[in-house]
């Protein structure tokens, strides 16, 4: 597509007899939150580095802004977040920022707002030695928006931080994203993911088996939704015999079904009156759907 | 491009400085060159030489040895230490190439080295020039000195930068950097001499032997100090391989080994992949 930030076509890369990545094609457009999943090992920072250009590429090729990775124009529109961010103990946050945005070539005034967005500002003249793991990503997290760059890309952002700041961290990838950045988040922690980004991408053993938004995987995945309908009384045996469901915990059912019987089957339900004192409706969630597509179950 | 250099240069000398590089290099600096003015104070009456004299020529001695090790412990980490903790591939998301990262480091470890040998030295020579007397030639020798200590000094580096692209891990890089010392700083000059003993004043003690010499680094800058003053040349009782060749050679050798070194590391920095 034209109007794409990051245009990745058919990449491949081997290590020694691995093969890494393996025809991955992905695009991210201006403003879209991109969830890149897959367990350790199957291609998400090979294929961040290869559109950093720290490392390249058998076959395909990725184009970013137009420019090769590596480039000093892909540079300049790029914001990496590595997974684990170690600076220099002996450096201060302010140091620390200060060089990144010197580099990045943007305003030196800009340090102090950026210190204080993501909520270190009270520790920018400590040495990062004395940060906790949190901070220290924060720290990484204040360079990302150094600069307002076109993509971000975010390798497991959200490890070693608590909740509040994981919701934080969502806000202000939202907020980059608003103003029109292509974000890029590798993670295992899917969670968060699912309310927070407009398409998922899943990698497997260097292959991407899925790539669209999280209602579209689900219905292509066809997961059953469970139904867990508890029983009035003793009812729970009779209504486990009508419908096929299994019993648990003595007062429940248990049911399956894809998603277009479920109407079908709440109304049958409905039809037992007196015997159904609630229905509690679990859609499949990232969860399984993770699952579903990283097992292959669908090739 | 050199603001970014600036940029990197700024940065590794506030680690110097706080890490207590600085400080270290610079009280060995000041403990080993005055503690040899010191001791070396006695040949002065023999060799009827001023005492600055004897001073800058035990302090090239000893500037050969610790000049190398000095730099080569800046540099061992520098960017294999980087790759480990992680550094390495953040900063080269930044629109910064791998020569501009090198210089900067380059330019505040040079920087730092320059400063340790200026205070050293300086101190010394003060001390010995003060007790003993100097002159107009003893004086030259000790700028000399400084100023080669310092080229000897950057050559080190580079080579330590070359050794800390190469190795993969900061440990690696600090094993293979005591291998470069031991091998320029004693092997070297070890197998020479055995040559030159078996050779028994032949063709190779008279053409090669001067120019193998010339082409270590830490040997090219004994033979500048030496040749360039006839005192230091008396003090070391050197005088006889320096003359051998043209002037010009040694000087050459030790300003080109840190371009040479500097162009192996950047080879060597952009074969890792961070």
Same mark, same amino acid.
């Given at each position: 597509?034209?109007?794409?930030?990051?245009?990745?076509?058919?990449?491949?890369?081997?290590?020694?007899?691995?093969?890494?990545?393996?025809?991955?094609?992905?695009?991210?457009?201006?403003?879209?939150?991109?969830?890149?999943?897959?367990?350790?090992?199957?291609?998400?920072?090979?294929?961040?580095?290869?559109?950093?250009?720290?490392?390249?590429?058998?076959?395909?090729?990725?184009?970013?802004?137009?420019?090769?990775?590596?480039?000093?124009?892909?540079?300049?529109?790029?914001?990496?977040?590595?997974?684990?961010?170690?600076?220099?103990?002996?450096?201060?946050?302010?140091?620390?920022?200060?060089?990144?945005?010197?580099?990045?070539?943007?305003?030196?005034?800009?340090?102090?707002?950026?210190?204080?967005?993501?909520?270190?500002?009270?520790?920018?003249?400590?040495?990062?030695?004395?940060?906790?793991?949190?901070?220290?990503?924060?720290?990484?997290?204040?360079?990302?928006?150094?600069?307002?760059?076109?993509?971000?890309?975010?390798?497991?952002?959200?490890?070693?931080?608590?909740?509040?700041?994981?919701?934080?961290?969502?806000?202000?990838?939202?907020?980059?994203?608003?103003?029109?950045?292509?974000?890029?988040?590798?993670?295992?922690?899917?969670?968060?993911?699912?309310?927070?980004?407009?398409?998922?991408?899943?990698?497997?053993?260097?292959?991407?088996?899925?790539?669209?938004?999280?209602?579209?995987?689900?219905?292509?995945?066809?997961?059953?939704?469970?139904?867990?309908?508890?029983?009035?009384?003793?009812?729970?045996?009779?209504?486990?015999?009508?419908?096929?469901?299994?019993?648990?915990?003595?007062?429940?059912?248990?049911?399956?079904?894809?998603?277009?019987?479920?109407?079908?089957?709440?109304?049958?339900?409905?039809?037992?009156?007196?015997?159904?004192?609630?229905?509690?409706?679990?859609?499949?969630?990232?969860?399984?759907?993770?699952?579903?597509?990283?097992?292959?179950?669908?090739? | 491009?050199?603001?970014?250099?600036?940029?990197?240069?700024?940065?590794?000398?506030?680690?110097?400085?706080?890490?207590?590089?600085?400080?270290?290099a610079?009280?060995i600096m000041?403990?080993f060159?005055?503690?040899?003015?010191?001791?070396?104070?006695?040949?002065?009456?023999?060799?009827?030489?001023?005492?600055?004299?004897?001073?800058?020529?035990?302090m090239t001695t000893l500037s050969v040895y610790l000049a190398p090790l000095l730099a080569l412990m800046m540099a061992f980490?520098?960017?294999?230490?980087?790759?480990?903790?992680?550094?390495?591939?953040?900063?080269?998301?930044?629109?910064?190439?791998?020569?501009?990262?090198?210089?900067?480091?380059?330019?505040?470890h040079i920087?730092a080295l320059a400063?340790a040998m200026?205070?050293g030295?300086? &101190?010394?020579? /003060?001390? *010995? @020039?003060?007790?003993?007397?100097?002159?107009? #030639?003893?004086?030259?020798? %000790? $700028?000399?000195l400084?100023?080669t200590s310092i080229l000897l000094g950057a050559a080190f580096l580079s080579l330590g930068y070359m050794l800390s692209?190469?190795?993969?891990?900061?440990?690696?890089?600090a094993?293979l950097s005591a291998g470069l010392w031991l091998v320029f700083v004693v092997l070297y000059d070890?197998?020479?001499?055995?040559?030159?003993?078996?050779?028994?004043?032949?063709?190779?003690?008279?053409?090669?032997?001067?120019?193998?010499?010339?082409?270590n680094p830490a040997d090219a800058f004994r033979?500048?100090n030496?040749?360039?003053?006839?005192?230091?040349?008396?003090? &070391?009782?050197? /005088?006889? *391989? @320096?003359?051998?060749?043209?002037?010009?050679? #040694?000087?050459?050798s030790l %300003? $080109?080994w840190p371009?040479?070194g500097?162009?192996?590391?950047?080879?060597?920095?952009?074969?890792?992949?961070?």
């Amino acid at each position: 597509m034209a109007d794409s930030i990051l245009h990745i076509k058919n990449a491949g890369k081997s290590r020694g007899a691995m093969r890494v990545l393996e025809g991955v094609s992905l695009n991210a457009e201006p403003g879209q939150r991109i969830a890149l999943l897959g367990h350790n090992g199957a291609g998400k920072s090979t294929l961040m580095k290869a559109v950093l250009g720290l490392t390249t590429l058998d076959d395909g090729r990725i184009t970013v802004d137009g420019a090769r990775p590596g480039s000093a124009h892909a540079r300049t529109v790029t914001a990496y977040l590595p997974e684990a961010v170690a600076f220099h103990k002996s450096l201060t946050g302010r140091e620390q920022l200060t060089l990144f945005a010197r580099l990045a070539g943007s305003d030196m005034a800009q340090v102090a707002g950026y210190l204080d967005r993501v909520g270190i500002a009270d520790a920018a003249d400590r040495r990062i030695g004395t940060y906790s793991k949190g901070m220290r990503q924060r720290l990484g997290l204040a360079q990302v928006l150094l600069g307002r760059p076109k993509l971000a890309l975010l390798d497991e952002p959200t490890s070693g931080l608590d909740p509040i700041s994981r919701h934080e961290l969502y806000a202000i990838i939202d907020e980059m994203a608003a103003h029109g950045t292509a974000v890029v988040i590798a993670s295992h922690t899917l969670t968060e993911v699912e309310a927070r980004t407009d398409r998922i991408a899943i990698l497997r053993d260097g292959r991407l088996v899925a790539d669209d938004t999280l209602d579209n995987l689900t219905l292509r995945a066809g997961l059953p939704t469970r139904l867990r309908v508890r029983a009035h009384g003793d009812a729970a045996a009779r209504i486990a015999d009508e419908t096929g469901g299994t019993r648990v915990n003595g007062v429940s059912v248990d049911l399956l079904c894809t998603p277009d019987r479920k109407m079908a089957e709440l109304r049958r339900l409905s039809a037992m009156g007196e015997a159904v004192a609630d229905i509690e409706m679990h859609p499949p969630r990232l969860e399984d759907l993770y699952r579903h597509y990283s097992k292959g179950d669908s090739q | 491009m050199i603001r970014r250099i600036l940029a990197i240069a700024r940065i590794e000398a506030i680690i110097t400085r706080r890490n207590r590089w600085l400080l270290m290099a610079t009280v060995i600096m000041v403990l080993f060159a005055v503690a040899l003015t010191l001791a070396g104070s006695a040949p002065t009456g023999t060799l009827g030489v001023n005492m600055l004299t004897v001073s800058v020529a035990s302090m090239t001695t000893l500037s050969v040895y610790l000049a190398p090790l000095l730099a080569l412990m800046m540099a061992f980490d520098s960017i294999a230490g980087e790759a480990e903790r992680g550094g390495l591939g953040l900063l080269l998301s930044y629109p910064v190439s791998r020569a501009e990262i090198l210089l900067g480091k380059f330019l505040a470890h040079i920087a730092a080295l320059a400063f340790a040998m200026v205070i050293g030295f300086g &101190t010394a020579g /003060a001390l *010995a @020039a003060l007790s003993g007397g100097a002159d107009a #030639a003893s004086l030259a020798a %000790l $700028l000399r000195l400084i100023l080669t200590s310092i080229l000897l000094g950057a050559a080190f580096l580079s080579l330590g930068y070359m050794l800390s692209a190469l190795a993969g891990s900061a440990t690696g890089a600090a094993g293979l950097s005591a291998g470069l010392w031991l091998v320029f700083v004693v092997l070297y000059d070890l197998g020479l001499l055995g040559a030159v003993v078996f050779d028994a004043g032949g063709w190779f003690t008279q053409k090669v032997f001067p120019w193998m010499m010339a082409a270590n680094p830490a040997d090219a800058f004994r033979l500048w100090n030496i040749a360039a003053s006839d005192g230091v040349a008396m003090a &070391t009782g050197l /005088a006889g *391989a @320096a003359s051998a060749l043209p002037i010009w050679v #040694a000087p050459v050798s030790l %300003l $080109l080994w840190p371009v040479l070194g500097l162009l192996l590391a950047r080879r060597f920095f952009g074969r890792l992949e961070p």
